[in-house]
């Protein structure tokens, strides 16, 4: 004799444990995820270069300027052209030799966002009485309106 019950019980159990998604549900999470990304990309792209731009900004306002600050406060002057940038992370040899050296005034090489160096100048041309510090921007080229100073153009 055949035990119904059983066979009955077998199948609900094959059912109940069946718990995958279908090709329907997959193909509406496929689609709902691309219309979500559609969304959000259009508003991401460009960001990077403003934020970069900002950086940049950053850097020439408050990390190098105060950096700079701090050597003149320290020697009397700003580093000279030719001692650049180089004389806040070791002391410049050529003159003016300062004598009151107290740095590295900077961990690191200061470098923009795109792996360029900043373009110093003292005293400068914009800042006749400190100096002039800018970023070439994106296309490494000074003078142009992609540039990032540290004077009103």
Known sequence: ????????????????????????????????????????MPR???????????????DIEANIASALELYEVDNGNFPTTDQGLAALRAKPSGNPVPKNWNGPYLKKEPLDPWGTA????????????SYDLLSKGKDAIESTEDDIENWDK
């Open 44 to 58: 991401l792209v460009g960001k990077s270069e403003q934020a970069k731009r900002s950086v940049a900004q950053a």
């Open 1 to 40: 004799m055949i035990n119904y019950t059983y066979i009955r019980g077998r199948e609900n159990m094959y059912r109940e444990n069946s718990r995958g998604f279908t090709l329907i549900e997959l193909m509406l999470v496929v689609i709902i995820i691309g219309v979500l990304v559609g969304m959000v």
């Open 118 to 129: 900043y373009a110093y100048k003292s005293p400068g041309e914009h800042n006749s009485d």
